[in-house]
């Protein structure tokens, strides 16, 4: 059983910046494909960034340029480091591992982007 506990989330300003963490139990994290995902109100969840085991990463358009997404093994963590952030980035943020078929969610952490 693996367990995510995302943070970092909160209020900024259009133009801002947040960094999110997600904490992972478990010794196979570093086996693990990490991605961040976001449900924006109404919208379905959608893939923001995912980063492999290898350290490959993939990123929606819509952040391209913008968000970078990182890992650190030896913290069990994975980061999302949003930057020049739009209302529209407005939306809960999930972590997700996935790893031999079998697939972990966090509870999500509320980013809010609004002046």
């Known amino acids: 059983q693996v367990q995510l506990v995302e943070s970092g989330g909160g209020l900024v300003q259009p133009g801002g910046s947040l960094r999110l963490s997600c904490a992972a139990s478990g010794s196979i994290f570093r086996l693990a494909a990490m991605g961040w995902y976001r449900q924006r109100p109404g919208k379905q969840r959608e893939l923001v960034a995912g980063?492999?085991?290898?350290?490959?990463?993939n990123y929606a358009d819509s952040v391209k340029g913008r968000f970078t997404i990182s890992r650190d093994n030896a913290k069990n963590t994975v980061y999302l480091q949003m930057n020049s952030l739009k209302p529209e980035d407005t939306a809960v943020y999930y972590c997700?591992?996935?790893?031999?078929?079998?697939?972990?969610w966090g509870k999500g952490t509320l980013v809010t982007v609004s002046s």
């Open positions: 980063i492999t085991s290898g350290t490959i990463t």
């Open positions: 997700n591992s996935r790893l031999d078929g079998v697939t972990y």
